[in-house]
């Protein structure tokens, strides 16, 4: 079976949904996902999102991230990323997001390496809050039309121009034909066997891209978030926000004695309780908050306080076991400032993409404002064209064995993170 549509989107997370929004409404929209629409990574950002508060921020929210970046950032990319926070963040709020206000004034909070506080936030589950409110959106959208549980295992193609994707869906084969794609397929997490991603993300994007000699960029740059709930488990691990530390949280060894600046960079701090861990012989380190007020904790701090609670820790009292684990992927598919990629009429948005804003290690809380900032810009680019480029139609290579396929997938990208990461190659599953 074949669909034709105008845009093909690949990802229900916040880069797939807001390029939707931002697309004409006269428009064929078909917005894809692997799982259901509210599996990923986007649905369980805690923290929030950075935004400059306002001019004077600008300089000081640009110096923080390419700080955090260890300056190996694109410098036009993150001027690009900072100038365009606060119309963005507008434009949620238009959309119907709720981020925490005291009386009409939006409430900043503060994440390691931020220079100040100026994270907008809905209490800790504002991937919920964004990912809700814009689905909502979505679903109102005559012109969009949603396909769940469509696996994306290669593009369509001719003479380096993308003609849509082939997808398995439920063993058949389905060829979807668009005049522009975007490829919204999220991180790496899933490739690893400690992480804090959603399980399905496992590259997707990087093997496809990999399958069509689609311009790749900092691979190698891999976050591990230094406070994941520790647990031996063979699932997600859970997140313990940065903005925990950010609100006062303190790191203790085995021994209860502080051992970092807890408002470093999350690669500084991954660092300093890997050393930690090393020299105590141990598995894992503490986060305390016992010595903050507890209503307001609890308030603040929902979600975590009622994960922590059924893993038999009250925040409130107890110190959280946390060693770090696989967070986030500031490499991919290399775009420019209209998430344009090396593939004509293919563009990447969000964690799948590298505009190079985040450098070696991303600023805590950038990437939903990448993911806002550059779907917005490719949703604009493609506004422009999309009058003038027809649709084209080939005949696309069937597919015989899907679960070969898939496996196939998983082996290109495990392959290029060893290729560039061979330290890291006992944290990858095996396939
Ligand atoms: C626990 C946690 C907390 C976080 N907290 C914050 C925070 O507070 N602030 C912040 O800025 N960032 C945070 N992040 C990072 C941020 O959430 C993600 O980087 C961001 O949401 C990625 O958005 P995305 O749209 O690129 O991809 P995602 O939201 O991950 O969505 C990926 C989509 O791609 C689809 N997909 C993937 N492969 C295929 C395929 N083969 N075929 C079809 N569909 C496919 C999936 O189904 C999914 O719909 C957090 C991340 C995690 C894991």
Redesign the pocket.
């Known amino acids: 079976m074949d669909i034709e549509c105008d845009v093909l989107i690949?990802?229900?997370?916040?880069?797939?949904l807001y390029s939707a929004l931002n697309l004409r409404d006269d428009l064929n929209i078909a917005l894809?996902?692997?799982?259901d629409?509210t599996?990923?990574?986007?649905?369980?950002?805690?923290?929030?999102?950075?935004t400059a508060k306002d001019e004077h921020d600008k300089p000081s929210f640009i110096e923080d991230t390419l700080r955090a970046g260890n300056y190996k950032n694109d410098l036009t990319a993150v001027r690009v990323l900072v100038d365009e926070s606060i119309e963005n963040i507008k434009k949620l709020i238009e959309l119907g997001v709720d981020f925490d206000k005291s009386k009409d004034n939006l409430l900043y909070t503060r994440e390691g390496a931020h220079s100040t506080n100026r994270i907008v936030h809905h209490k800790d589950y504002?991937?919920k809050e964004v990912a809700d409110s814009l689905i909502e959106k979505v679903l109102k959208r005559k012109n969009i039309k949603i396909y769940k549980n469509?696996?994306?295992?290669d593009l369509i193609t001719q003479n380096n121009r993308c003609l849509g994707g082939i997808?398995i869906k439920e063993s058949k084969q389905l060829n979807i034909f668009s005049k522009f794609t975007i490829l919204?397929?999220?991180?790496i997490?899933g490739l690893f066997k400690n992480s804090?991603?959603?399980r399905?993300?496992?590259g997707?994007?990087l093997s496809i891209a990999v399958k069509n000699n689609i311009k790749l960029k900092d691979i190698q740059y891999i976050q591990f978030h230094p406070t994941a709930f520790y647990e031996s488990t063979n699932e997600r691990r859970f997140?313990i926000?940065e903005s925990v530390r950010g609100e006062g949280a303190h790191l203790l060894n085995s021994k209860g004695e502080r051992f970092v600046d807890e408002l470093l960079p999350r690669d500084e701090v991954s660092s300093k309780i890997y050393s930690e861990m090393k020299k105590t012989n141990s598995s894992n380190v503490y986060l305390s908050l016992s010595h903050l007020n507890s209503s307001y904790i609890k308030q603040r701090f929902p979600k975590i306080y009622s994960e922590c609670l059924k893993r038999g820790i009250d925040i409130t009292k107890d110190s959280i076991p946390v060693a770090p684990a696989q967070?986030?992927f500031m490499g991919g598919i290399e775009v420019d400032l209209y998430s344009k990629t090396s593939m004509e009429n293919l563009f990447a948005?969000?964690?799948?993409s590298c505009s190079g804003v985040h450098g070696e290690n991303r600023l805590?809380?950038?990437?939903?404002?990448e993911?806002l900032v550059f779907s917005r810009r490719a949703a604009d680019y493609i506004n422009n064209l999309s009058d003038k480029t027809p649709l084209k139609k080939v005949s696309p290579k069937i597919i015989t064995d899907f679960e070969m396929v898939k496996r196939e997938n998983l082996k290109i990208a495990i392959d290029l993170i060893k290729e560039k990461r061979w330290d890291l190659k006992d944290e990858l599953i095996s396939y």
Request: glycine share 22%; hydrophobic share 35%; with cysteine.
């Open positions: 690949v990802g229900t997370g916040i880069a797939g894809i996902s692997k799982g629409i599996k990923t990574n986007t649905y369980l950002a805690q923290g929030g999102i950075a504002t991937g469509f696996y994306l295992c997808f919204a397929t999220g991180g997490g804090t991603n959603q399905i993300l496992t997707d994007g997140l926000s967070h986030y948005a969000g964690e799948v805590a809380s950038n990437s939903l404002l993911g």
